[in-house]
DNA sequence: CGTTATTTAAAACGCTTGTTTAAACTGTTT
DNA sequence: AAACAGTTTAAACAAGCGTTTTAAATAACG
């Protein structure tokens, strides 16, 4: 494997568990096994690097979620909210294919990455990768043509905080249901729980 | 107003803005005016400078909470899931007149505990503060009596990641609803927009 | 008033951070 | 074989970090 490649990958497990802020290029080196230079030569500078890790995500993702949210879209029938969001479990999911523990991973860099660093990271995602947004936007109003345009955009982001948390936090929440209720679950199980919760929230009646 | 103060109004809302690994202890002192060393004498270190300002807020919020869990578990009728969301609001929002921007102070300083520093404010908080949990699960059971007890687990942690996700970016939220809306918004708005959302999470029908 | 304890001040501590440098090495091309 | 660009290496850089130290200023009290 490529030294670049091996930069990659450990710089996203360790970005993952302790944040953005919080891994240090040595730490990315060493568990790398590269020289500490290699991130500077090939990369540029750290934040570079934050970027790439997100991209390699985002260029595997978007496409497999455009087409995803598209027919629902394009179907004929108006779709429920249940449908939508069920949308992007496949390409979710296939994130875990396309690498070992992909889709934790995935969403809990997204999770530090509007937390950490003052949110560079959300403008690079919203500006770099508008299409999504838009799509899902389409898709929700295709469900629930009710929905005015300030509530949309207030409940997709309670809902991208309802799975960018969660997700941030999977794995202590998977060991506690695990030591606390017996309840052996993976990342699958717990994105087949959160999207009724988050369908529901999105199509709740609201009192003006 | 004393030094001690100083320094927590200051680590406060610094902490709240870039989070705790990304606030220096000189940022925190040459904003409160005080000397460098004035934290490491009165706190003994940053870590306990972090849990000094979280127990300032928790001490002011528990009871209040407390009491208003306790009234609806009390009452005679059951109480509906969106009556026993809405007993957060008045204790919330009088974090308010405790402090400037209190609520949106105390909430993204929740959720920099959450994803800031590995977990362990959110094991300080559920050491040292886990009556809050116990009794707002006691609520939500009342409310939903046929949710299981996993259920309640995971969609509890849903709705804290809802909130607290929520108003760690609430300030960018409220931009960029201002720009694209013309919605001028403050936090007591969003805590209403929200509660609907997660009340209805939590009581979503399940598909076992 | 004088003594003791508390609080502030400035400087330095050792350590880690991201980044840069310059030399060594690798494999291909002329 | 020599020249070459592409990589890797070890060492050093300046800057920032949390913390400690020492001395000066202030407050409290017999």
Redesign the interface.
Known sequence: MSTKNKILDAAESLFA???F??TSLREITSLAEVNLAAVNYHFGSKKELIKSVMSRYMNELSPNLQTSLLLICEQEQQPNLHEVFSAFIEPLLSLNVFRENGTSNFLQLL??G??????FL?WFLTTQYPEVITNFVTAVQRAYPELS???I???L??????????M??SD??MD??KN??D?QVDIAD?IR??I????????????H
């Not at 509007?114 to 949110?119: A, C, E, L, N, V």
């Not at 982001?157 to 969660?166: C, E, K, L, R």
């Not at 009724?196 to 009192?207: I, K, Q, R």
């Open positions: 568990d302790k944040g802020n919080g999770g530090r509007y937390t950490d660093s003052q949110g959300r345009a300030e509530d955009f207030w409940r982001h309670f809902t991208m905080g309802t799975v960018i948390f969660t941030s936090s202590a929440l506690i249901a606390d209720f309840q717990v729980k959160v009724p919760f988050v369908a529901s929230g999105v199509g709740a009646p609201f009192n």
